[in-house]
């Protein structure tokens, strides 16, 4: 029902910056969690940075110091921003949604976008 739409994947050499673009259809203040997702082809999607209600955010230990998430709640719009891409950052890239007020419960991602293509070459 709750629409995410991404935006901004493309590709870039080793060392080069993106930032993706979430619009989502509805609110995002206050959502229990937010997050973005990656996957490769023939491994597992990963989650790969979140931010809460709270303001509180988490990363894989892989992208530290490299991508920083946030949001601006009057375009509805989680980004991610990444710096030093490395070849291995490769992958279909989705925003993902657990619209519940926050309430420091586990994330239940329940809405999902149709992903935007990273690549990066060395």
């Known amino acids: 029902q709750v629409q995410l739409v991404e935006s901004g994947g493309g590709s870039v050499q080793t060392g080069g910056s993106l930032r993706l673009s979430c619009l989502a259809s509805r609110y995002t203040y206050n959502s229990n969690c937010l997050a973005w997702f990656r996957q490769a082809p023939g491994k597992e999607r990963e989650g790969v940075a979140h931010v809460f209600g709270d303001g509180k955010t988490y990363y894989t230990d892989s992208v530290k110091g490299r991508f920083t998430i946030s949001q601006d709640n009057a375009k509805n719009t989680v980004y991610l921003q990444m710096n030093s891409l490395k070849p291995e950052d490769t992958a279909m890239y989705y925003c993902?949604?657990?619209?519940?007020?926050?309430?420091?419960?586990?994330?239940?991602?329940?809405?999902w976008g149709q992903g935007t293509q990273v690549t990066v070459s060395s």
């Open positions: 993902a949604a657990d619209f519940r007020p926050f309430s420091n419960s586990g994330c239940q991602y329940k809405n």
